[in-house]
Nanobody, 126 residues
Framework: QVQFVESGGGLVQPGGSLRLSCTAS????????IGWFRQAPGKEREGVSC????????RYSDSLKGRFTISRDKAKNTVYLQMNSLRPEDAAVYYC???????????????????WGQGTRVTVSS
């Protein structure tokens, strides 16, 4: 079973940047689509970004407006989320996950995710 460990969260001022990491153990992620999600207090978990395992195509939540970038380092079995121009509304616990598929075509609405890691908390405050 794939296990994800998210890291890189922390406290950042509005306008600042963070890079989150998602490292997997138990499976090689080379061909799996990996998605980033976030959950703010009192809100439902929402999709942030996704990268296809087949061709590297990416998808983003419309609300991000180009501020976030997803990338993958296959040698490290790690997926990253670069977050720039952070806003207070970006504060949440961020998670990575896969539904076992290879594309982001059905992300995020139709993804069925069996396992969630502990996530990494991002706080945006002055």
């Amino acid at each position: 079973q794939v296990q994800f460990v998210e890291s890189g969260g922390g406290l950042v001022q509005p306008g600042g940047s963070l890079r989150l990491s998602c490292t997997a153990s138990g499976s090689n992620l080379d061909y799996y689509a990996i998605g980033w999600f976030r959950q703010a207090p009192g809100k439902e978990r929402e999709g942030v970004s996704c990268m296809s395992g087949l061709d590297g195509n990416t998808r983003y939540s419309d609300s991000l407006k180009g501020r976030f970038t997803i990338s993958r380092d296959k040698a490290k079995n790690t997926v990253y989320l670069q977050m720039n121009s952070l806003r207070p509304e970006d504060a949440a616990v961020y998670y990575c996950a896969t539904d076992g598929g290879f594309t982001c075509n059905d992300w995020p609405i139709n993804w069925v995710i069996d396992y969630w890691g502990q996530g990494t908390r991002v706080t945006v405050s002055s």
